[in-house]
């Protein structure tokens, strides 16, 4: 059974760098042809896609956060992280890990139960 | 990139068939058949319903049907339960190489 889990800080001072870690068990995410995949929802308001990255390596982002987010992959510890750089309260939302099982086009059928990040002084 | 435009708010009594549309244009929903469809109850994370417009993963109901008309795609719920009330979420590939989510629809089951 494939199981994702976020960690990371819940709160983030404004202009720091948010960083969130997805931990896989249950599958290998260097194999498998997956796109490990970031995804927020705002408090209240619908889901945002943030990119994801392929099991090769290769990246796509959300042009509306492109220069600031980076999403990488740990293969030794089964872990892909996001990164968002120079944070304010409009980046506070719950963030999910998920994985698309079907080429990247949208078919995210494993999640993770999501981490509230708060952005506050 | 927009956000795919769905009605805010749905309703239905236990039994009927409800339909919930996704609007886009020909750089997303109508220029690919890879829309999706998810459910998501209150605190829960979102779950697959729905993938490539109609196709359903293993175990969900196939009360959950979907289908795609130009740059609208629709999901059609039959037998209303109490259990789908809920809020539904479609997305689309786009022609940049992203995902675009719509902005949800609350289904209330009355």
């Known amino acids: 059974q494939v199981q994702l889990q976020e960690s990371g800080p819940g709160l983030v001072k404004p202009s720091q760098t948010l960083s969130v870690t997805c931990t896989v068990s249950?599958?290998?995410?260097?194999?498998?042809?997956?796109?490990w995949t970031w995804i927020r929802q705002h408090p209240w308001k619908g889901l945002e896609w943030i990119g994801y990255i392929h099991s090769s390596g290769s990246t796509w982002s959300n042009p509306s956060l492109n220069s600031r987010v980076t999403v990488s992959v740990d293969t030794s510890k089964n872990q892909f992280s996001l990164k968002l750089s120079s944070v304010t309260a409009a980046d506070t939302a719950v963030y999910y890990c998920?994985?698309?099982?079907?080429?990247?086009?949208?078919?995210?059928?494993?999640w993770g139960q999501g981490k509230l990040v708060t952005v506050s002084s | 990139q927009s956000a795919l435009t769905q009605p805010a708010s749905v309703s239905g009594s236990p039994g009927q068939s409800i339909t919930i549309s996704c609007t886009g244009t020909s750089s997303d929903v109508g220029g690919y058949n890879y829309v999706s469809w998810y459910q998501q109850h209150p605190g829960k994370a979102p779950k697959l319903i729905n993938y490539?417009?109609?196709k359903r993963p293993s175990g969900v109901s196939n009360r959950f049907s979907g289908s795609k008309s130009g740059n609208t795609a629709s999901l059609t719920i039959s037998g209303l339960q109490a259990e789908d009330e809920a809020d539904y979420y479609c997305?689309?590939?786009?022609?940049?190489?992203?995902?675009?989510f719509g902005g949800g629809s609350k289904l209330s089951v009355l």
């Open positions: 490539e417009v109609s």
């Open positions: 997305s689309s590939y786009t022609s940049s190489s992203t995902l675009v």
């Open positions: 998920a994985r698309d099982s079907y080429s990247g086009y949208g078919g995210m059928d494993y």
């Open positions: 249950g599958d290998s995410i260097s194999s498998g042809g997956y796109y």
